[in-house]
């Protein structure tokens, strides 16, 4: 009996820290529209984390002479990958002997929100109207960030499951929905695909109506998620993956 109640104790425990894991992927998915759009419409119409479109802007911009735009493009190329390299480094790599919520994931979204935070004052000090030098530096400390979390995300070992990467995301979403799988087995990236369109609506209506809130909304999203990491090493923490 003593070992059916442990067993019972430790899939519960999986199961709300899983829980925990899939509220957070959701909240920065917020975080990375909310970025992407800041960086599109208000930090030189680059993205901070579609490497993919940065890699074709850096090309057209080179081809074309524009050096405003391969410029943005190449700073933040090159700080999504200091910031997925630092990322990788502080989160570490996912082993089989993880919990389900390894603890050094909280420290790289903690460094995260550190990064935002700094963000925000800088934008706010200068009347959430940034330009030149400083803008290329806060879409470069955007970038970083979200380079960050990309990384910190892997270490949750679940295959599949981005913040910032959606086109996999969608990608899978329809094979699954092709292949005749039912609407549950999709419901957690469907929900992380509308979360990422929400937090780009979200911070393109606060740039028109009330700029000083962009950063508010990606220092919350990242909060909320550290909050849950912290929630859930503490209860948690020694519940290894299934």
Do not use: C
């Not at 919990?99 to 000090?125: C, D, G, H, S, T």
């Not at 995301?169 to 369109?197: E, N």
């Amino acid at each position: 009996m003593a070992i059916e109640h442990d067993e019972q104790a430790l899939t519960q425990a999986r199961a709300a820290a899983g829980q925990a894991r899939d509220r957070a992927a959701v909240s920065l998915a917020f975080v990375s529209g909310a970025t992407d759009a800041t960086g599109l419409l208000a930090l030189g119409g680059t993205f901070t984390s579609v490497m993919t479109g940065n890699l074709v802007l850096f090309g057209s911009g080179l081809a074309q002479g524009e050096s405003e735009v391969w410029g943005h493009a190449a700073a933040a190329i090159a700080a999504f990958v200091i910031g997925a390299a630092i990322g990788t480094r502080v989160a570490g790599t996912s082993v089989k002997t993880d919990p389900v919520w390894p603890a050094a994931v909280n420290r790289a979204l903690l460094v995260e929100l550190v990064v935002f935070a700094v963000y925000a004052i800088l934008y706010w000090a200068n009347g959430n109207h940034p330009e030149g030098t400083l803008m290329a530096i806060l879409l470069a400390m955007n970038a970083f960030a979200l380079g960050m979390q990309s990384s910190a995300i892997q270490r949750y070992g679940v295959s599949g499951l981005s913040t910032t990467y959606m086109t996999g995301t969608l990608t899978t979403l329809v094979i699954r929905l092709a292949s005749g799988r039912p609407l549950r087995d999709v419901a957690h990236a469907g929900t992380l695909l509308i979360s990422l369109v929400v937090g780009a609506a979200a911070a393109a209506a606060a740039l028109r109506w009330a700029e000083g809130l962009v950063p508010v909304l990606q220092l919350a999203g990242v909060a909320f998620a550290l909050g849950l990491g912290v929630w859930t090493t503490r209860r948690h923490g020694q519940s290894p993956r299934a």
